[in-house]
C-alpha cells in the first residue's frame, strides 16, 4: 500500500543503544525524533486480561507492582499515564544529564570516540531516512520498524559505552515520539479499506506501547498489572488482524510470526549487583519467553484450510519462502520449548547459520537477476541476528557457541554491505537501506577489531 503524509510533525537527531542482537525483536523497531517536546500522542489500553508477560529481573520474577492509583507518575518535565487511553505527554527536559559521560569520555581512546560519534551519525540519518520513505509509502511498515529497531540498537549501544544513563532513556522517549507520531498519521490516514492498514496502525500502537514501559523502567518507574492486561490485549489484537490478512492473501507468513513473537516476549530488566560498574547502564530489554503464540501460528498455518474465495491467500502460503519461513520459525520453538538447562545451543546457533546461508545464496542469485535489493538482504540478516541474540540469552556457554555464527554472519554483513554501497540511485527507499547496513558495519568496527 502507497501512503503518503503531507504533514508532519517537527523532529530532530539524537543518540543512544545496548547489545547489537538484543534490543528488540522483529516486532522490530524504533527511535527518532529529536526533542519529543509538546509530542502527545493517545496509546490505547484494552480491558484487563491475563498478563502477556512478566518483567523480569535477572532471571526472577519483579519484586512488585504498584497499584492503579500509583500509576500516573510525574518526573522531570514527563507525564505517563497507563490508565485506559493513556496519554503520552513529553515536554523539554532541561533537568542536567545524570550520567557521568563527560568524566566517563576522558577514558575512551580517540579512535573509539570517533568511532562512536560515526555510529551516532549513520543513527540519526538511518531515523531520518527511514522516517521520511515511510511517510511517503516508499517503505513498507515491517521495513520501517526493522530500520528505526536498527537505530535505536545503534544509540544504545553508544550510551551504553559512554556510561550515559540519561541517553538511554531518552531514546527510549525518542521511540514513543515516533511510534506515537506514526500512529497519529495512520489514524488520519483516512483510508480504512486499504491492504493491511488497520494491523499497521494497532502494530504502531504496541510499538508505542513498548517503547513507554522501556522508557519508565529506565527511569526508574514501574509497571502496574492493568499495564500488562493492556498490552495483552493490544498485541492480540494486532496478531488476530494479520491472522485474518495472512487468510486472505493480504499478508506473509513472516507478517503474522512477528505479531506472534510480540505476544511472546518478556520484558527483562537486567537485576544490578554489587560488583557492577557503579556507572553501567542497565537496559530493559524485550526476550523471547514461552513460544506459545508461535507454536499456534504455525500449526494453523501449516493446516489445509479451504481458501477457495481466497486464491491469492493459497498461491501465498504454497510459495517456497513462505514455507521455508515456517519451517525455520518451528526450530526455534522447537529450541525455546526445552528446558533452559537442557537447550543444545550450539546445534541451535549451527542449524541458524545454515538457514542464514541458505537464505543469503538464494538472495544473492535474486540479486544477480535484478529480483532482489539489499534492503530485504538486511533485514533477514537482522532478523537472524535478533533471534540468535534473544532466543540464547542464558544458554550455558553462549558465548563459545555464537563466536562460530557471528564470524559467518559478519561475513554475510560485509557481503550485502558491499552490495548496498554500490547502489548509485539512492532515491524511493535505497538511501534508508544503504545507511542500514553502514550502521550494523559501523557497530561491529566497533565490537569487533576484525570487522574492516
Known sequence: MRRSFSKCM?????????????????????????????????????????????IIY????????????????????????????????????????????????????????AKLSQIEQHAVRLISQSRDA????????????????????????????????ARISQTFREQMSLWSEATLLLQNLGQPAARGLQADLVHARVMALRAEFQYRLSSGDSLSRQD?????????????????????????????????????????????????????????????????????????MQRPGDRIPFPLADSVTRSPAEQTTLQNTASVVR????????????????????????????QLSRYSAGTETSGSMLQSWWLHNVL???????????????????????????????????TRDLRGRNAADVTASETLWAVRQLDSPEAH
Open 10 to 54: 517537527p523532529f530532530g537527531s539524537h543518540s543512544g543503544f545496548a547489545e547489537v542482537c538484543r534490543v528488540s525483536a522483529c516486532g522490530l523497531a524504533l527511535v527518532v525524533g529529536a526533542s519529543p517536546a509538546a509530542v502527545s500522542a493517545q496509546v490505547e489500553l484494552g480491558r484487563p486480561k491475563t498478563p502477556p508477560f512478566e
Open 58 to 113: 535477572g532471571g526472577r520474577g519483579a519484586p512488585s507492582v504498584r497499584n492503579q492509583e500509583e500509576a500516573a507518575t510525574t518526573d522531570s518535565g514527563r507525564t505517563l499515564s497507563t490508565r485506559s487511553n493513556a496519554v503520552i505527554r513529553s515536554r523539554n527536559d532541561s533537568s542536567p544529564l545524570l550520567s557521568a559521560s563527560g568524566t566517563a569520555s576522558a577514558k575512551f581512546s580517540q579512535e573509539k570516540q
Open 134 to 165: 515511510w511517510q511517503r509509502g516508499l517503505l513498507d511498515q515491517a521495513s520501517f520498524a526493522a530500520w528505526l529497531d536498527i537505530a535505536a540498537t545503534a544509540q544504545l549501544h553508544v550510551a551504553q559505552n559512554r556510561r550515559d544513563r
Open 228 to 300: 500488562q492486561q493492556g498490552y495483552e490485549e493490544l498485541a492480540n489484537e494486532h496478531y488476530n488482524l494479520r491472522r485474518q490478512d495472512y487468510g486472505q492473501g493480504l499478508a506473509a507468513a513472516q507478517d503474522v510470526l512477528a505479531a506472534a513473537r510480540l505476544l511472546d516476549e518478556k520484558l527483562i530488566m537486567p537485576e544490578r549487583n554489587e560488583s557492577d560498574d557503579a556507572g553501567a547502564a542497565a537496559v530493559a530489554t524485550f526476550q523471547m519467553g514461552r513460544p506459545v503464540a508461535l507454536r499456534a501460528a504455525i500449526e494453523e
Open 335 to 362: 529450541f525455546l520449548e526445552q528446558p533452559a538447562g537442557s537447550r543444545d545451543a550450539e546445534a541451535f546457533l549451527t542449524q541458524l547459520d545454515r538457514d542464514a546461508q541458505q537464505i543469503t545464496e538464494l
Open 388 to 422: 540468535a541474540g534473544n532466543v540464547l540469552a542464558g544458554s550455558v556457554k553462549q558465548d563459545e557457541v555464537k563466536s562460530v555464527f557471528q564470524e559467518n554472519q559478519l561475513q554475510r554483513l560485509r557481503q550485502i554491505r558491499q552490495i548496498a554501497l554500490e
